[in-house]
């Protein structure tokens, strides 16, 4: 029987997460690199106490909708309706403004474990490539090396950190064939290929899916044994106008001044 | 008296560039550091880094304008360029972590004497934002750090022993202030540059450790 991977819906993707699922979710903090479709899909199914492992906890869709991006939802939608119990993230609250994490993390209905960037990438790759977990030099002498266990190699000291085990990757791609073959495009890759295998399960959002030999064999990235599912962002998306949310306005307008003078 | 002037954003980043040799790679961490994109010396090919996996990217494009799948570290879209190349995390910081980098730029809130680092957290709001900080700090061959000399309420940032939570230990090559660039070296600290207007006895005041001041010491020069 050919294999296919392709799944009808976004519901039908996350259909068998359950509640107190870990879960890692790709991308690397700005949307575009968000699988934004799988966390709607997530939400609407209602699953409570999820673990989830990130870059970053999301910023709210209304600043992406300011910026311009027709998918605009990121892991925010799953933190501002409590279905988050933990979160393993690098970057879990925004350095400019308050995001609904930091609120839940203040009134204390959240847990944080925060990793250092590459750290948590290496973590993940762990998983994904059977490794016990890693020895890094970075966080000697921080807060991260606490209660850790060390080793000095060639005269240098390093932290063990363990491999991050989860049940489902949810990623986002640019196209992928039925076999979930995946390419991403740009600066998108972020932890979406890093993270792609790296759980029992992994879905993979998509932009466009493509027939079977169409992708180079050269220019795949993520090759198709690491990929469970893939499911296709429609074409025309009915998201219809909404009002400004004022403080997403704030922090958009906050964005641009310290980012660009 | 001199009228004083202190560097602004543009100005620190602009100081900062004229450090990038030809041929180095380079990233650019969040805030200021991000906008030294724009200030590339003439005649000298440069490759910038960022950690959500680009290297060799161009400017900042018009806010608005560019392609979503082309960001920088802040999040803005980038000019591509022939050259430019594109990959995920893992590789990222490995290409970071391993020392593959000749120069990190990042912001900082303090640095001490020895060069260690405080640059994700302010005590008073009790959450960082470690990111990529840590392994930025430790990896590249050499780390640029821009920052304010001192605080909004005037206190230094520039100390003996930092106060706030640490991100990487002894891992400071050059400061650059909005008055003075000062060198990390293993007999201390030594002032370089000072802004217009500024003397070194005035930096000193601002700066708690005792600073050598460079034979050489002379006005920012910005081109």
């Known amino acids: 029987m050919p294999i ?206 493509v027939e079977l030999g169409e992708l180079d064999p050269e220019e795949i990235v993520t090759p198709s044994v690491y990929v469970d599912r893939v499911v296709c962002r429609p074409k025309e998306y009915g998201g219809e106008e909404e009002e400004i949310d004022v403080e997403a306005k704030a922090s958009h307008d906050k964005f641009l001044k310290r980012g660009s003078a | 008296m001199e009228e004083k002037f202190k560097l602004d954003r543009q100005t620190i980043a602009l100081r900062a560039a004229k450090e990038f040799q030809d041929g180095d790679s380079v990233n650019l961490g969040i805030g200021i550091p991000v906008l030294c994109a724009n200030y590339i010396p003439a005649g000298r090919e440069v490759l910038f880094q960022s950690e959500n996996g680009i290297l060799g990217f161009g ?50 809130f303090q640095v001490s004497e020895k060069g260690d680092l405080a640059n994700y957290m302010v005590p008073e709001r009790k959450i960082g934002v470690i990111g990529g900080a840590m392994d930025l700090a430790y990896g590249a061959k050499r780390k640029i750090i821009l920052m304010n000399h001192v605080t909004k309420t005037g206190e230094p940032r520039i100390l003996k022993k930092c106060t706030y939570p640490l991100t990487t230990l002894e891992c400071v090559n050059l400061v650059i202030t909005d008055i003075a660039v000062i060198e990390v070296t293993d007999k201390g600290m030594v002032l370089k540059e000072v802004a217009p207007g500024w003397t070194p006895e005035e930096v000193q005041s601002l700066t708690e450790p005792k600073l050598i001041v460079d034979p050489d010491c002379h006005e920012i020069e910005l081109m």
């Open chain 2, 59 to 108: 400017e900042v494009t018009a806010p608005g304008e560019g392609d979503p799948d082309l960001l920088n570290a802040s999040g803005q879209t980038v000019h591509p360029r022939p050259g430019m190349s594109c990959f995920g995390h893992a590789e990222s910081f490995t290409m970071i972590r391993g020392g593959h980098l000749d120069v990190s730029v990042m912001g900082g």
């Open chain 1, 4 to 209: 296919n991977k392709i799944v009808a819906s976004f519901d039908e993707a996350v259909a068998d997460i359950q509640d107190g699922a870990t879960i890692m979710v790709g991308g690397f903090g700005t949307v575009a690199s968000c699988p934004s479709l799988l966390m709607e899909a997530l939400d609407r199914k209602g699953v409570k106490n999820l673990t989830t492992i990130s870059n970053t906890t999301g910023f709210g869709s209304g600043v992406w909708k300011l910026m311009g991006y027709k998918f605009a939802e990121d892991m925010d939608i799953l933190v501002r309706n409590g279905r988050i119990k933990k979160s393993i993230a690098s970057a879990p609250v925004s350095a400019i403004f308050e995001n609904n994490f930091e609120k839940l993390l203040r009134a204390g209905k959240v847990e944080l474990e925060m990793v250092p960037q590459g750290t948590l990438a290496e973590r993940i790759r762990a998983n994904k490539a059977g490794l016990g977990g890693i020895y890094t030099p970075v966080g000697v002498g921080t807060v991260v090396e606490e209660g850790k266990e060390t080793k000095i190699i060639n005269g240098k000291k390093y932290i063990l950190e363990l491999p991050l085990e989860a049940d489902f990757a949810l990623i986002k791609a640019h196209k992928a064939d039925r076999w979930g073959n995946l390419v991403y495009r740009g600066s998108s890759r972020t932890f979406n290929e890093t993270m792609a295998g790296a759980a029992r399960v992994t879905i993979a959002e998509v932009d466009e899916i």
